[in-house]
């Protein structure tokens, strides 16, 4: 009788020993691979929304300390928009990084450098884990899942 609360099962080739659930306005878990077993039999109490599978897939890059992804985001066969991670290595607070990320950004990405991302704001001077980056990439997904497709109009 209770509304029904998401739940997003994501992967990371990064950290590929590990699951990342992510529930709807609330935390993140961290789980062994074998989630995705327990999950299956656990069908009972949860929907699987097939549809709604979206990934990121490209290429990973090393410039000195800093690690640059750059992926396209698809939803099924169609390519939806592109994906761009940073990372300086080094820095475990994301806060005390942040200008060098954006300078860093900024040489290549110009403009469209992004500015801080939200949960920035919630850890404030604590370290950043993978569980973050999960927390960024579900921000990406639904806000490419909400965009409407503009219709091209004709030129006469």
Known sequence: GQPGKLMYVMHNSEYPLSCFALFENGPCLVADANFDTLMVKLKGFF?????????????????????????????????????????????????????????????FMGSHAPGIPAVFGTKHDSVYSPADTMVQYMELFNKIRKQQQVPVAGIR
């Open 47 to 107: 929907q699987n929304a097939k549809a709604n599978k979206i990934e990121s897939r490209g290429t990973r890059y090393q410039y000195c300390d800093f690690l640059v992804k750059v992926g396209t985001v698809a939803m099924g066969p169609s390519a939806r928009g592109i994906s761009v991670e940073v990372e300086y290595c080094p820095c475990v607070i994301a806060n005390d990084c942040w200008n060098l990320l954006m300078e860093f950004m900024q040489s």
